[in-house]
């Protein structure tokens, strides 16, 4: 997954390439830049418009093998046919991948996305210096989370865990995978002990992506603002779990002091608005739908909380993109955000032993932001220091290094 316009694995790999093209020759293998699979249309025209110095694209597509085992996924029926076609794709990345070294000199691979552990290719088997990740995908969903959703949801989170459980436990090739990797790198602390614990593996804990963006911050937002501005941004649907949130909306004391803005479609939108409706959230709600994507960013300037209450993350794009406008995030204390929202950068509520309790220990955590509200500032200003540690500058200089660490211990030089 490959795009200059797209976030989440699309923005990850498009900005390792933007930023590692600056000192390295690469050439890419990718397979898609928009929905379905082997659709590279929007970046291929990117790339005719504004060529990347030192940067080879190599489009791989879909067989007919892949493009039919990936039907069902696309019509919606079985969306775990996906992996079976990912995998017959990268049966034929890899077979690129061998042409290409037969021919011509790499110094190493590195496998930067998809950044879920359960497909782990076959560009280890060329015998060079392999680097992978950063991984994620081994969390599994908290129980207690699940109980609001829709029950189709709920059976799908359940047996995601069940066979996450299995899948991680007892992959052959990643076992085979990991055994011919150089470098791995995990995207959370939680995957990285996972892949300690279970495989025997160590890791550099590194989250997927990090800010392009400069960092500012408009501190006009704090002076005297009549209404508390708080951003939830991302896909309507169960996983992302904005019902959560709204939930422990209805138990928030000072609701005239807020204002929430909501951006993002998705299958769960209609019934979510209608929960707002029925709890008299509406009026302090505005339903934003789909944004371009700098429409959508541009309104962090004026927010004072970025909010996420998913059931199950790596570490996503938004909490980059609100940090550089020194918005801090509220989140559940999991996944990704466990580690990046610590030292006083955001608000990491407990997963408590029931969800009435995490409900209540959201609204309580708003609650006690908007008696102080001089917590606000103090929390943007945390937030911009950690931002510092979270650029691609910084991304850009660390995994140089690492590449010549390795390519240096590969030659019997360290």
Not at 121 to 137: C, I
Not at 335 to 341: A, E, P, Q, R, S
């Amino acid at each position: 997954m490959l795009s200059p316009y797209k976030g989440s694995e699309y923005s990850v790999a498009w900005n390792y390439v933007s930023y590692m093209s600056k000192r390295n020759d690469l050439v890419v293998l990718y397979g898609n830049a928009d929905e379905p699979m082997g659709n590279c249309k929007d970046t291929e025209e990117y790339i005719l418009k504004h060529p990347m110095p030192n940067v080879r694209f190599v489009p791989v597509y879909p067989d007919r093998w892949a493009n039919l085992l990936n039907w069902p996924n696309r019509q919606g029926l079985f969306v775990y046919t996906f992996y079976y076609a990912y995998q017959v794709w990268q049966k034929l990345a890899y077979r690129k991948a061998k042409e290409l070294v037969a021919k011509e000199h790499f110094d190493l691979v590195h496998y930067v996305g998809m950044i879920g552990y359960r497909e782990p290719g076959y560009l280890w088997k060329l015998g060079l210096p392999y680097v992978w990740g950063p991984v994620g995908g081994v969390n599994n969903t908290p129980r207690q989370l699940m109980e609001r959703m829709p029950w189709m949801s709920k059976v799908k989170h359940t047996f995601r865990s069940v066979a996450n459980t299995i899948q991680f436990h007892t992959k052959r090739r990643l076992k085979k995978a990991l055994a011919a990797t150089d470098v791995l790198m995990t995207a959370t602390s939680e995957n990285q002990t996972r892949f300690k614990a279970v495989h025997h593996k160590d890791s550099i804990c590194l989250p997927e992506n990090a800010i392009t963006a400069s960092i500012s911050l408009d501190e006009s937002k704090f002076d005297h603002p009549d209404k508390f501005r708080f951003m939830v941004v991302g896909t309507l649907d169960a996983r992302k779990s904005v019902g959560t949130f709204l939930e422990a909306l209805t138990q928030v004391r000072h609701k005239d002091r807020l204002q929430v803005d909501i951006v993002g479609g998705g299958p769960l939108r209609d019934s979510l608005e209608q929960y707002a409706v029925a709890q008299g959230l509406a009026e302090m709600i505005t339903w934003h739908g789909q944004l371009p994507r700098e429409k959508a960013v541009a309104l962090f300037r004026d927010a004072h909380l970025h909010v996420i209450t998913s059931v199950s993350e790596g570490n996503p794009t938004t909490i980059w993109e609100a940090m550089s406008y020194g918005v801090p995030t509220l989140s559940f204390d999991h996944c990704g955000m466990h580690d990046t929202l610590r030292d006083g950068a955001g608000v990491l509520v407990p997963i408590a032993p029931t969800y009435e309790e995490c409900v209540r220990g959201v609204a309580e955590h708003i609650d006690a932001l908007l008696e102080q509200p001089e917590q606000f500032r103090q929390l943007a200003e945390a937030t911009l220091k950690r931002a510092q540690e979270y650029t691609w500058d910084k991304r850009e200089q660390f995994l140089n290094e690492l590449y010549d660490k390795l390519l240096a211990m590969k030659r019997g030089e360290c």
